[in-house]
């Protein structure tokens, strides 16, 4: 629990500079944006914990639903990599 309290504080700031980065002219709507995202995710996994339980899952299917996501926000995060590269 420690290193995941630790990640929340350390991630957020590091995401909202790589935001503010590539925001250009329009910073305030890549901070809103950016939050509703945090939101939405807010909003959803529990929905999506309650599906895996409801299919008969144990409690130790929510790890593995949480490295799942995790695993899927891979992608996008290694393509704005790529991209911002060989701008």
């Known amino acids: 629990m420690l290193i995941l309290g630790v ?3 350390v991630l957020n700031p590091a995401i909202y500079g790589r935001v503010f980065a590539i925001a250009g002219q329009a910073p305030t ?3 809103a ?3 509703s995202a945090f939101q939405l ?6 929905g999506f914990a ?3 339980l ?3 899952a144990g409690t130790e299917a929510i790890p593995w639903l949480g490295a ?3 695993a899927l926000t891979t992608a996008p995060i290694l393509l704005d990599r ?5 701008a």
């Open 7 to 9: 990640a929340g504080f």
């Open 29 to 31: 709507l890549a901070g």
């Open 33 to 35: 944006t950016t939050v």
């Open 41 to 46: 995710g807010i909003s959803l996994v529990p």
């Open 50 to 52: 309650a599906v895996v």
């Open 54 to 56: 409801d299919a008969g």
């Open 68 to 70: 799942g996501l995790a």
């Open 82 to 86: 790529m991209l911002s590269r060989r």
